[in-house]
């Protein structure tokens, strides 16, 4: 993994959290407004830049995060914001609580088990579309199930996408992130997690409910007529208020 920072030292420091098969310098791209209020601080995932090895798990991924933020930053993050994956990889860090976050903003955030089938039949999909450029008909099942279609996604994810990943980087990522359980060992963090994402995505909309169970200090936001991601690629500028909207309440208190 390698950590990327930008911004003003002296600012609070906010984890940023990459999507699945996302290039982290994309994420920056989409986030960069947010510099001239905070450091940021974007790690890139293992298998997801060129001459890194292959993504090996969540569990390992965090623990790489967690070491990086106690030796450069004591152990401490003002914040972190992370959207669709980078939302389940903070549920894994609040789970394991090896480091302090006093605000955290999960955005399209699935924990839902969507089952080792489903993990591997997408899987396949992507290699397909990674090594041919064409995706399967069966992508257009999968995009109504996250709240958008084939068109919008795919323009949104030529942007974004890291497509030199390694297909065993694929399969491991997939399948660990379609089986993922949420840990009840959550309950313990001592962050505020904002909870958002679309009227149109109904496995965000699960995944709130089950966090829901664990969080003791949460809020919940669900944004009329938005899918999986459309916020964030499409609406740059307004989301990166809304985040630091959300990160400064608590500079105001």
Partial sequence: ?????????????????????????????????LEKYYRLIIPAMDGFYDGSPDFSSFADQSSQIEEYIQREHNGELFGAYGASQGGLMLTEILSRDRIKIDTVIMDGVYVAHQGRIAGWLTYKMFCIYKNTGKFPV??????????????????GM?????????????KRNFIENYTYHTRPSIAATSAKVYLWCGSKEPYAIKSHKILKKYLKNYEEEIMPGFGHGEFLLFHQEEICQKIHDTLSRKMIL
């Avoid at 990327?4 to 986030?31: A, R, T, V």
């Avoid at 069966?138 to 323009?155: A, H, S, V, W, Y």
Wanted: hydrophobic share 40%.
């Fill in 158 to 170: 030529e942007k974004t996408l890291y497509l030199r990943a390694s297909d065993n980087t694929i």
């Fill in 1 to 33: 993994m390698i950590f990327y920072e930008f911004g003003n030292i002296k600012n609070p420091s906010i984890l940023c959290m990459h999507g699945m098969m996302q290039d982290w310098n994309s994420e920056y791209e989409l986030l960069k407004p």
């Fill in 138 to 155: 069966l992508i257009n099942l999968m995009m109504k199930l996250m709240g958008t279609n084939k068109d919008d996604m795919l323009g």
